[in-house]
């Protein structure tokens, strides 16, 4: 039995310090005094951050499921005059049970319910942080730390905002739905910062690191890690911080997102004019002082194009973009997407207005060079690129390219103007393929050969169309061994030398090769004078003369062209004038009428006849020779009957 009453003494014992335990827990609410709460959370906070609290409103404390006390309408700081540089609507401290169990109250954590916090630089620089962060920089240092025994090692944020404001660069930045953890250098040195920010629409899940807290309060050198993850951008760095005498960042970084616009957009900078700009990735050895950011050997990606070089960017109210770079191969295709100078059809001038906006937005110097650069099919070998932007006026020199088999140079500036756009272009081509050349530049494929082309150039409109109205310059090509593509020019001289009056044939399909071509073109609000085409082959001589309109895409020229050769001359040689008439892509060439009529022995009365004033007579002898029966002229009409011995034409 004595087993038994001892297991029983045992029970009761057990539920006596349990019932104790719950009575002491029950009774805990009204044992603790709301001011001894009240002064130990504002201790802690004090002995944390070298700051006293302001707990304005209401104060509840909980024990279930755990200790806490909350603290309604709380403000770090409360400035006349000024708004608080932090306000919280409340300020939950979560309590440690058992130190209040023995009497004491230590926090173990704090969060800060939809804080609302300002920082603030005036024109001179100065932040309205710079007392607060002084008093927790002297707070911070290990003998203070050690003597004021610091409890709570974590601060949370929930559904916070940060508002940043520059009044030197009229700057203000709002980062909402702040959720983050502030891991308190109670113990350690470092201080770390890990959780999620809106910034312009955007969520970014965000970590910050730093292994020496107090050196980075007081200015000096701290190392600094910071990753940054959204839909449109992952970041990351590795490096370290100071800031005195000035604000200085360096270390490695990488970035890289879907689409370079929408970033550049994002961060307030307006896209370039034209397309591409997708995905990117770039690494670089990172340097930040102050309002310059340096990148020094930068590998970048963008649109599969790779690179690699230097480039800095100088904060302003325009940014101002400069570099170096080099490519083993660019393919520009993606930047000429949204540039349509024709339309579908490639018949017409594109009629859609010139959008030039992001050419205010920001200033650019970068050099670029490049082995080899592909437009679409057309391959260009090494080139060098020199890209400036400022005040607006977009300039691109071309240094040298080894392109269409030759080399090109030049200049072409485009500019926001009042009646839409500003174009200018000097471009010189020495030696190159004429076909590929004029392809590319002007969508024309009716020369082949090489040869040397001028293009001097400028004009104002709101699209396209409207710029070739208003064009000004001059153009000139020297071509040597080359073909007129789609006609046989030697061929028809020959047939019509033969019978003047023969109809039927297409000689548009053809080629008339040539030894030397030379053509000089002036351009006066967009009509194009042809001061001097001449063309010289082994066969066939051509000269031209007359307009083109540039607007509408067609010709009228006259011109006359000549056989040549040992036979010609033996013959007394054979010219025929002629005009050209209709679009640049599909030209027609008609000979003259009254040329071939003189030529012709059957229709020569009937001409002499017209001017004479005797057609019908003329007309009817004229009849009666081209149905003669065996008639040696050559536009006979064959008999019903054929005849061997008679002309068909």
């Known amino acids: ?20 335990a719950l009575g002491a827990f029950a009774a805990m609410p009204f044992l603790v005094q709301a001011d ?5 959370v504002q201790a802690e906070i004090r002995y944390a951050t070298g700051v006293d609290p302001i707990l304005r409103g209401d104060m509840s404390v909980s024990l279930f499921p755990a200790g806490s006390a909350s603290f309604d309408d709380v403000v770090l700081s409360d400035e006349a005059g000024g708004p608080p540089v932090l306000a919280a609507e409340r300020l939950i401290a979560q309590l440690r049970l ?14 800060l319910i939809r804080p609302r916090i300002l920082i603030d630089f005036d024109t001179e620089g100065r932040s309205n942080w710079a007392d607060l962060v002084a008093q927790l920089a002297e707070t911070v240092k290990p003998a203070n730390r050690a003597r004021n025994r610091v409890t709570f090692s974590e601060i949370r944020l929930v559904g916070g905002a940060v508002t940043v404001r520059d009044a030197s660069r009229s700057l203000a930045e709002t980062f909402e739905q702040v959720e983050m953890s502030l891991a308190w250098p109670s113990i350690s040195r470092s201080f770390a910062a890990t959780g999620h920010f809106v910034w312009r629409g955007e969520k970014l899940d965000a970590t910050f690191t ?3 807290f107090l050196a980075a309060l007081v200015g000096e050198r701290s190392g600094f890690k910071a990753r940054l993850t959204g839909a449109l951008l ?3 760095f590795d490096g370290h911080i100071s800031s005195w005498p000035t604000l200085k960042i360096e270390g490695a970084m990488a970035a890289d997102g879907p689409s370079l616009r929408k970033v550049m957009d994002w ?5 370039l004019p034209g397309g591409g700009f997708g995905r990117f990735a770039l690494n670089a050895q990172t340097s930040v002082v102050d309002k310059a950011v340096a990148f020094t050997g930068l590998n970048i990606e963008v649109d599969g194009n790779a690179a690699e070089g230097v480039l800095s960017l100088t904060a302003g109210a325009r940014p101002h973009l400069q570099g170096t770079l080099a490519a083993e191969e660019i393919d520009i295709a993606p930047y000429l997407a949204n540039v349509q100078v024709l339309t579908g059809n490639e018949r017409e001038w594109n009629r859609v207005p010139i959008r030039l906006d992001g050419l205010a937005a920001m200033e650019l110097d970068v050099r670029l060079s490049a082995a080899r650069v592909t437009v679409g099919s057309t391959r260009i070998g090494r080139t060098a690129l020199a890209a400036n932007l400022r005040d607006g006026r977009f300039v691109l020199t071309i240094g040298e390219s080894q392109a269409f088999d030759g080399i090109a140079k030049g200049v072409i500036g485009l500019a926001r103007a009042s009646d839409g756009a500003r174009l200018n272009a000097q471009l010189q081509f020495a030696n190159v393929d004429l076909e590929k050349c004029l392809s590319l530049v002007f969508g024309v494929r009716k020369i082949e050969g090489r040869g040397d082309l001028t293009l001097a150039l400028e004009g104002t409109g709101n699209d396209v169309l ?4 208003t064009l000004n310059g001059a153009a000139s090509l020297v071509a040597t061994k080359g073909a007129l593509i789609g006609l046989n020019l030697e061929q028809l001289l020959r047939r019509l030398e033969r019978r003047p009056l023969s109809g039927g044939g297409d000689f548009r399909n053809g080629r008339t090769p040539f030894d030397r071509l030379a053509i ?3 351009i006066v609000d967009g009509m194009a004078s042809v001061e001097d085409v001449s063309l010289e082959g082994s066969a066939v001589r051509l000269a031209l003369d007359g307009s083109a309109s540039i607007p509408a895409r067609d010709l009228d020229l006259k011109g006359t062209a000549s056989l040549i050769g040992a036979s010609v001359k033996e013959s007394g040689g054979f010219e025929l004038p002629f005009v050209v008439r209709g679009r640049w892509d599909d030209p027609i060439m008609l000979p003259d009428a009254q040329s071939l009529i003189r030529r012709s022995g059957a229709a020569a009365p009937l001409l002499e006849a017209v001017r004479g004033g005797r057609a019908r007579d003329a007309v009817r002898s004229a009849i009666e020779q081209l149905t003669t029966r065996g008639s040696e002229s050559p536009l006979a009409v064959a008999p019903a009957s054929p005849n061997p011995n008679a002309s068909r034409e």
């Open 1 to 20: 039995m004595k087993p038994l009453s001892g297991l029983k003494r045992l029970a009761f014992g057990l539920v006596a310090v349990v019932a104790a």
């Open 36 to 40: 001894a709460v009240r002064e130990s």
């Open 98 to 111: 058992l130190p209040l169990l023995l009497g004491r109250i230590e926090v173990s954590e704090i969060t």
């Open 210 to 212: 730093l292994s020496d």
């Open 234 to 236: 992952k970041l990351g």
């Open 267 to 271: 961060v307030g900078l307006t896209p």
């Open 466 to 469: 409207e710029l070739t109205r």
């Open 520 to 522: 000089a073109v002036k």
